[in-house]
């Protein structure tokens, strides 16, 4: 009896042991799927976020460099028209120029520093919408007359931007005007011909 007995009791043993090994085992091929998929969604959407993040950032590197070079350029002429020099032979100011060309006999050098006075030549590149400078220290040469036009081969390229640049000079009123896209930006030179007032609004020239 007592042998019996002890059989019995031993016998319930065997179901917790198996419910014990069911709790052990491990996650199961669809749960690992699921996983997965979430982990590439959240990966993906943290890839768009930053992806936006560096475009707006690149887009916002190249804008402000672009007003950096057209301010830097502004600039210079501003300066080289303000300190252009009067021709008492002739009795004007020493810039010449047509649409996309400008010469002016200046005091603000930009490559040749310690020359004191040089002619200073722009002339646009429609075809690559980009500004040519040219610059020389024997200002005084006949042959840089108002007739001059450099070839690009020997000028250097100063401007290229997604706006196309223009230059124009109005010898009647004494004026260089730069055009970048749709602006438009008028430099008088400080020593203008007797009788002639600058005017300093567009609207009013116009």
């Known amino acids: ?23 052990q085992a491990g996650i199961t091929l669809f749960e690992l799927l699921i996983a997965v998929v979430l982990l590439g969604m959240v990966s993906t959407m943290i890839y768009s976020v930053l992806n936006v993040g560096i475009n707006f950032s690149v887009k916002g590197g190249e804008h402000l460099n672009r007003l950096a070079r057209e301010r830097n350029l502004l600039g210079l002429l501003q300066r080289q028209v303000n300190e252009a020099s009067y021709d008492l032979r002739s009795g004007k100011v020493d810039i010449s120029g047509e649409e996309g060309l400008l010469r002016i006999v200046t005091r603000q050098p930009l490559l040749h520093r310690t020359a ?46 997604d706006r196309p640049v223009a230059l124009a000079y109005d010898s009647g009123k004494g004026s260089v005007t730069v055009g970048l896209g749709e602006e438009e930006f008028v430099f008088f030179p400080k020593c203008l011909p007797p009788g002639v007032t600058p005017s300093f609004s567009v609207a009013e020239d116009e």
Do not use: H, I, W
Request: charged content about 25%; glycine content about 8%; some cysteine.
């Open 1 to 23: 009896m007592t042998g019996a007995t002890g059989m019995a009791l031993a016998a319930p043993a065997t179901p917790r042991l198996c419910g014990t090994l069911r709790c």
């Open 116 to 161: 004191g006075v040089v002619l200073a030549v722009y002339r646009v590149n429609p075809d690559e919408q980009a500004l040519y400078y040219l610059e020389k220290k024997d200002y005084f040469n006949v042959e840089y007359g108002e007739k001059f036009l450099p070839d690009f081969s020997e000028m250097r390229k100063m401007y290229a931007g």
